[in-house]
């Protein structure tokens, strides 16, 4: 399976880049008590880093604040996924543990105030995208079954015709969201060259984690202008 990010996205957000990390061999039913004790940990210490501040005005999400600009997305309005979830923890609203390998994505997106993605690769056999919107791509809203369309001049993440998450990172689909009978799962992690350290710490420290409390298959890669396909087997 691969995940391919076609040019012309390198053109919208210049410097955009990938740090990935797959997962096979999952077993999501399991209850893993020092997870949810990191999730907890890392919701307290996001909490005390933002005392004070806006989110919004913070460095971690000016990036993407940035890029959705240039996309013509208005960030106010479709705050991207990082922004959104950083935003939760500043006003205490703190985060529910919904499953082990959620739980692990969240907390550390939580510690490196990056966007994590998680999509269950049992839900395709076809390879990941991240292109333009096409006019016959659809979206399944997370949380509902109704299909909606998708506005052509969008950034997404795309298998075959089935959007997996709208305006580049701004709400994943229903279809391929994790749940208790998961057992393949792919993490990508978005961010820029200005980032790119952090990216990298991210994704060594999930795949660590992986390893740690599932004993599972793990591939790590990395994509770029120069590099712009992520091949793993899982």
Not at 81 to 110: C, H, Q, Y
Not at 116 to 138: C, K, M, Q, W
Not at 166 to 176: F, H, K, N, T, Y
Not at 195 to 206: G, H, I, P, Q, T
Request: net charge negative; proline share 4%.
């Amino acid at each position: 399976m691969k995940f391919i990010v076609e040019d012309r996205v390198f053109k919208t957000l210049e410097g955009v880049c990938f740090a990935m990390v797959a997962a096979s061999n999952i077993d999501n039913r399991q209850e893993i008590p020092e997870i949810k004790a990191l999730l907890e940990a890392n919701v307290k210490e996001c909490e005390a880093y933002f005392e004070g501040k806006k989110v919004k005005e913070s460095q971690e999400v000016s990036y993407y604040r940035d890029a959705f600009r240039k996309m013509k997305i208005n960030p106010n309005k479709f705050m991207s996924s990082i922004e959104a979830l950083l935003t939760r923890i500043s006003k205490k609203k703190g985060m529910p543990s919904i499953n082990p390998i959620v739980d692990l994505g969240n907390a550390v997106s939580l510690k490196y105030r990056l966007p994590i993605g998680a999509h269950d690769l049992d839900s395709t056999n076809e390879d990941f995208y991240v292109r333009y919107a096409r006019p016959d791509d659809t979206f399944i809203p997370f949380g509902s079954k109704e299909e909606e369309a998708v506005e052509e001049d969008e950034i997404v993440y795309a298998t075959g015709d089935k959007i997996r998450t709208r305006r580049w990172i701004w709400r994943q689909s229903e279809l391929g969201k994790i749940g208790k009978d998961t057992t393949r799962v792919m993490f990508p992690i978005d961010g820029f060259t200005e980032n790119k350290e952090e990216l990298l710490k991210a994704r060594d420290e999930l795949a660590d984690l992986l390893k740690k409390h599932f004993n599972c298959k793990v591939q790590v890669g990395w994509i770029d202008q120069d590099n712009p396909e992520f091949t793993f087997e899982v």
